[in-house]
């Protein structure tokens, strides 16, 4: 059975930084490229990043590029974002997904297979 879980998450004030991990079992993340989305109050699921299987490329959402870092160990079997510079509108429940479908690295939703239950990050203004 597989297991996302995420964790690193809590209430900091704006310019903060946190990190957020997320931790797998019963799969091996080395097979599928990964990503991390949000979720804010009343809205969507937003794409925030995502890592190719052997973490030689990433991409990131427009409003996250140049503060999140994604990164991935494979050893591990783990897959962190490095989030610096928080802003009140980084506030969501924030959730980890491995991809095995997509051939580099997808910033779609449907195309990741499994999900971790969701880690909440709060930033004060």
């Known amino acids: 059975q597989v297991h996302l879980v995420e964790f690193g998450g809590g209430l900091v004030q704006a310019g903060a930084s946190l990190r957020l991990s997320c931790a797998a079992s019963?799969?091996?993340?080395?097979?599928?490229?990964l990503g991390w989305f949000r979720q804010a109050p009343g809205k969507e699921y937003e794409f925030v990043a995502t890592?190719?299987?052997?973490?030689?490329?990433?991409s990131y959402a427009d409003s996250v590029k140049g503060r999140f870092t994604i990164s991935r160990d494979n050893d591990q079997n783990t897959v962190s974002l490095q989030m610096n510079s928080l802003k009140a509108e980084d506030t969501a429940v924030y959730y980890c997904?491995?991809?095995?479908?997509?051939?580099?690295?997808?910033?779609?939703?449907?195309?990741?297979?499994?999900w971790g239950q969701g880690t909440q990050v709060t930033v004060s203004s």
């Open positions: 997904a491995a991809d095995r479908m997509s051939a580099v690295y997808s910033d779609r939703l449907n195309e990741y297979e499994y």
């Open positions: 019963g799969v091996m993340l080395s097979r599928y490229a």
């Open positions: 890592i190719t299987r052997n973490g030689d490329m990433t």
